[in-house]
């Protein structure tokens, strides 16, 4: 048998799986030029809103891509890991959004007398909460998980999610569904609007997803993360090995209101505004398909997905203008493409790759790390 | 007195549409367990074929809602086989996705004809006078909903017990493997299935078509409505959809009636069958007539 340590081991360029013990089986980076990758990485996207070609429809795009990610690796978190199907995210979403906006407009405001600009520390604040709040409600739409399994839980969460749009969109508290506006942030004593939100929500979303992806990656390895798994895969099992699962079931919702929560926050702030268009039952559905498109339980996919989905848009744009010409002008390509060429992605992923995007990078992760050999 | 008596009369046809609609929806989980997000399309895609062959072809009302159906009943057929063929077998959150996805497609391409934004009605075939009881109003499109629903439910419900193939679709629902075994081509009984669904969402695309107007969100958000009633009937027993569907109904239109003046807004009728499904899925997850499911470890 061969020790961990007594054979020469090339950390760096080791081609294969050399994990040998527990504790290494246990570490997100088998070799340290996983771990250097992943900070080249960062360093490049830290750069990129110097980049000549970004302008304000690029950076919205950007923008929008990470904390949509921020929703997905929530859903990702309790549809693929826990394997409760959630027809709800966006509704989690709203209430992250229309929390942040309420607490802004209701307590804060009137309490810490902000006029015109709400200060980055209180930002920073705002944001857990939003998602507490979220997180709160999101044990409490789980709570149907207790007695429903797959399907019939995905049906009470679509049911939470009408109702939820419904609400917003009668209660005066929340102008009906209308618009509330939240007002824009004071970093450092520069007013972040026009030309500064671009950047600036850039960063902040990444910080933000670089933090909940480190989040959730050491969660999932840790005994809740087991015990999402075991739970997906045979609650009644897992039940009998001790792990009680309606706990475990409610706590993946619960987490996943948390993430959905700070991204509808986050999007609060990014718009200025919120308005319960933004968090209905087709954005639940396109946040499904982004967790889908990217690679269900995995977790590359929650930030694979969002991106490609939503820089899929303008290319649709560009060949529904193309496409518009050979149509009579009576009929609207651009409202006609975008919904076939979404549902069509959809399908063809299920059908010829069921397992995302997640896994075409996986197996050129693999033939990099196995290079040169062939296996 | 009058007022709850109309509410309960509209709210009777008004559930014999989410009955038509269920019906389909019912018949392809009993048969493959799938479940249809996309019932909403194909309703509109039905209305529309039936507009089109009434309003372009000149067809009379009847014929083109015959003919209509029969057309739908192709393009059951055609979905069933290019869209869930390839997924039999995967998990359900594979296959939920795909009938959302084939929806949206299915809406997509709605919008590359000029049914996208029409608002029209069908001509109208019916007398305009609406029949009196009492105080009670009825119009004339209300009875024929109620009308097709009866047949419908009959026609299946003769179709299920009398013929070889109704039965075939009964064994392949209760036990695929077997009914393989003594062979029954599970592959056209879900053709079938689907084809069936085309066929009564048809119908309910006509009677919404009827008596609202055409109108391709209106259309489709039926297709949402259609959740409740098969919950509260039990998701795979065709009685269960008829009886939810009038039950969820009646609901709607009460809730709507006497709520409406409470809530800001009105509106109340969108949302108070989902509430009701939400309660129903707490107390009686099976619904009315639905075959309980007993998990064995």
Request: glycine share 12%; charged share 10%; aromatic share 12%.
């Amino acid at each position: 048998m061969i020790q961990g340590g007594i054979v020469a081991v090339n950390r760096w360029f080791q081609s294969g799986n050399y994990r040998r013990s527990y504790r290494e089986d246990q570490t997100i980076f088998a070799t340290f030029s996983e771990e250097a990758s992943l900070l080249v990485l960062l360093v490049v996207l830290f750069f990129v809103p110097v980049m000549p070609f970004m302008n304000r429809s690029l950076f919205r795009l950007v923008d929008l891509a990470l904390i949509y990610t921020i929703a997905v690796m929530g859903l990702n978190l309790v549809t693929g890991f826990a394997g409760q199907i959630s027809i709800g995210q966006a509704a989690f979403m709203g209430v992250g959004a229309y929390a942040a906006v309420t607490i802004t407009r209701d307590l804060a405001e009137p309490l810490l007398g902000f006029s015109g600009t709400i200060p980055f520390w209180y930002v920073l604040l705002l944001l857990p909460i939003a998602g507490l709040v979220a997180a709160l409600l999101g044990a409490f739409v789980g709570l149907p998980s207790l007695r429903l399994k797959h399907l019939y839980l995905a049906i009470a969460t679509l049911a939470f999610q009408i109702i939820f749009t419904w609400l917003v969109g009668h209660l005066p508290w929340l102008e009906q569904g209308g618009s509330i506006r939240i007002p824009r942030v004071d970093f450092l004593g520069q007013v972040i609007k026009s030309k500064l939100i671009g950047p600036f929500y850039y960063y902040l979303g990444l910080t933000a997803v670089v933090l909940l992806a480190f989040a959730m990656r050491n969660l999932l390895r840790t005994k809740f993360g087991r015990a999402w798994v075991a739970v997906r895969d045979n609650d009644r099992a897992a039940d009998a090995m001790g792990i009680d699962p309606g706990v475990t079931k409610i706590m993946a919702f619960a987490v996943a209101g948390f993430y959905a929560g700070v991204a509808g926050a986050l999007l609060a702030l990014l718009n200025g505004s919120v308005i319960v268009e933004s968090f209905t039952l087709d954005i639940s559905i396109d946040l499904l398909a982004m967790v889908i498109v990217g690679g269900l339980g995995t977790m590359p996919g929650s930030l694979i997905g969002p991106a490609f989905l939503l820089f899929l848009d303008p290319w649709v744009e560009r060949l529904a203008a193309f496409v518009q010409g050979f149509f009579p002008a009576t009929i609207n390509v651009g409202t006609a493409l975008r919904p076939t060429v979404f549902g069509l992605v959809i399908v063809l992923f299920l059908v010829y790759e069921p397992r995302g995007l997640a896994n075409w990078w996986r197996i050129l992760r693999q033939y990099f790390k196995r290079w040169p050999f062939k296996y | 007195m009058i007022y709850f008596l109309q509410l309960i009369v509209t709210g009777v046809s008004i559930g014999c549409i989410y009955a038509l609609a269920a019906l389909g929806f019912v018949l392809i989980y009993k048969a493959s367990r799938v479940i249809n997000f996309a019932q909403g399309e194909l309703i509109a895609i039905g209305a529309f074929i039936v507009y089109g062959l009434t309003v372009w072809l000149g067809l009379p009302i009847w014929l083109s809602l015959i003919a209509g159906i029969i057309l739908m009943f192709l393009v059951g057929r055609g979905i069933e086989r290019t869209f869930l063929r390839p997924m039999i077998g995967e998990p359900i959150i594979s296959v939920i996705m795909v009938t959302i996805g084939m929806a949206s497609l299915l809406s997509g391409l709605v919008f590359f004809t000029p049914f996208g934004t029409l608002t029209s009605r069908f001509p109208g075939y019916l007398p305009d006078t609406p029949l009196l009881f009492g105080g009670i109003v009825l119009r004339w499109e209300q009875l024929v909903g109620v009308i097709l629903t009866l047949v419908f439910v009959s026609v299946l419900i003769f179709f299920f017990t009398r013929s070889t193939l109704g039965i075939a679709m009964r064994a392949v629902a209760d036990d695929q493997l077997a009914s393989l075994s003594l062979g029954v081509s599970v592959e056209r009984v879900f053709g079938l299935a689907w084809a069936a669904a085309g066929m009564s969402a048809t119908a309910a695309g006509f009677v919404v078509g009827s008596l609202f107007g055409l109108e391709l969100n209106s259309l489709t958000s039926i297709g949402l409505r259609v959740f409740p009633v098969v919950v509260l009937g039990g998701l795979d027993s065709i009685a269960g959809a008829v009886v939810g569907g009038v039950i969820i109904g009646v609901l709607e239109q009460l809730a709507s009636g006497y709520l409406d003046a409470f809530v800001p807004g009105g509106g109340t009728g969108d949302v108070f069958p989902f509430l009701v499904l939400l309660v129903i899925l707490l107390v009686k997850p099976y619904g009315l007539f639905g075959t309980e499911e007993i998990e064995r470890v």
